[in-house]
């Protein structure tokens, strides 16, 4: 016999909060409970402190998230004839709190349960005083009027199965559901003593993106409800003054009440976009309309397993764009994370399924409603490392050190092994009408070539050294030749080699001696080269390893690098201003891209150009996957 109650949470990144959670869950005085977890590609420590407390954890991609699908598909794996849902970062006042949501459930025509939640002191002003303010002290049915919260809800499961929730709704699903079980003549329960803190730590944009959203599904919900642009003006301004005195009565410091106009306003405007963002939804209806439903992408599954598939075409978000891709690089990262050997897939950061491919250019198929300065037909790249674009690196552009960073094609975002891709529109460039899309597709890793060179300051009276006449390398000795520095390539691979020969640039077969250089950069991957590249190199020496992935453990000396000054460098990905760089390269032809766009294949072939990049049959391999871009 299985549980009573099924308690679902869903996470995404809420390692901060979660521990917590479950501990309170276990200190219950209400037992009969099972614990499901619905996760949407957390890549902290979420999923490693859920394992700890239950083995009922089921993922649903981002691309496939919506509220209403990620509840259905916990109360699917359900067993208990009821369905607690709560918010992954909240935290019970008692061990009273599950008893005190199930118990109302003894009057079976009762459907839904949903407690009280109150703020924490970190939590915003305007925010606590709604708490406070929706959230009463006393418990009460309601028989008409719509209401509920998922983030301290509970549900009938059996009722659930014949009205699941609606997995269209950008939000507000809970009050959806609440409206419909009471037209069946269900009644919806507040219960005042089953109490959670609820802890939102939210950015100003995050608040006003969930009142957008939440709008959007107000005007679905309720399509004869008005709010005129007095209504909007007189809200903001009576909740400011109101949010202003409750502050000051209970204290709160000068930072948080400075911070109520931005927070109030944030969320009426939002509020106010999404009720009347109803007439943009057309444009997505049309595009769903227009392009076809389904096109072929590779999707690797699994370490080892992977398969030219039939998938959605994704739509985009209004501040989207989407990408008919024409041309996708072959990186040596592809094979990687196809093979499961990236310590992002081996540490868990990274999960599949996946689609691969970070080296792409494509034409603008739609823009989101929100997108400024790209329009359909425009022809886009786009960047590599997708921040979260409110911690402060992303604020500051750097959108590669952002820990929760998302990168295209390797962690937890499909990208250019398809035919069609989405990508936020801040992350993609137009391209100048002088570069051909095939040349476009080596915008990505020049540009992370550019961003890594700028580490080391290289000037003209350097000598620079690159190990690896791969790809990676031939574009780092070019951009040098370029800047005028005296460079030479080391390769074992004499073909390679002879591809450097027509920019007069110096090569060499064996590794050797390295103190002539006072620059390093390994664009190799390969783990052997470290220890060369340290303690062959010479005093003040600078050293890049710009290459992926370094899959193995390696001894090396480092004792050379204290004695006599040496520096090392990593790098990854890339900035804005290294693809405006990148781009002005290419357009103005300072770097020769012939034979990096020599050989392509179409994306059906993509084993066989993953056997010929092992093999090193070819220098540059561009999968083609949309026949009618070709030649732009």
Known sequence: MGPETSVIIRTLNEGKHLGRLLDSIQRQTYKDWQIILVDSGSIDTTLDIAKQYTSNIHH???????????????????????IVLVSAHTYPLNNNWLSNLIRPFSDSSIAVVYGRQRGMENSRVSEERDLERIFGVTSKILIDEPSGHNGNAAIRR?????????????????LDWARKVQRRGFRVYYAADAALYHIHEEAIRQVHKRFFREGIAHRRIFPGYRFEKIDLIKGVLYDIAADCIYGIRRRKSLKKILRIPLDRIAEYLGRWRGLYYHKRLSRELLLKLYYPKHSESVVIEAAGKHSLQETEVPVPNPDEVLVQVAYVGVCATDLEVAGGHLDYYREGYAQYPIVPGHEYSGVVAEAGADVVGLRKGDKVVGECAIGCGECPPCVSGEFYRCVTRKEVGVINMNRAYAQYLKIP?????????????KEAALIEPLAVCIKGLRKLGISRDNAACVVGAGSLGNLCAQILK????????????????????????NTRREIGLMDGFDCLIDATGNEEVIPHLIEKSGPSAKILLLGLPYTRSVQVCFGSVPCYDKEIYGSIAS???DWEEAIQLVLNRS???DDHTATILPLKSYEVAWKAVREREHFKILLSSNMDLEGL
Not at 60 to 82: D, K, P, V
Not at 427 to 434: S, V
Not at 482 to 505: A, C, P, Q, S
């Open 60 to 82: 649903i991609s981002q691309e496939e998230f919506t509220f209403g699908r990620s509840l259905n598909l916990g109360c699917s794996h359900a067993q208990g004839r009821y």
């Open 158 to 174: 059996d009722i659930w199965l014949e009205e699941p929730f609606d997995e269209t709704l950008t939000g507000l699903e809970d």
């Open 425 to 437: 529109a801040r992350y993609a460039h137009k391209l100048p009408r002088g570069i051909l899309l």
């Open 482 to 505: 370029h800047r005028g520095v005296d460079v030479t390539v080391i390769d074992r691979d004499e073909r390679r080699l002879r591809l450097l020969y027509k920019y007069d640039i």
């Open 575 to 577: 900035e804005h201003r």
């Open 591 to 593: 770097i020769n891209l």
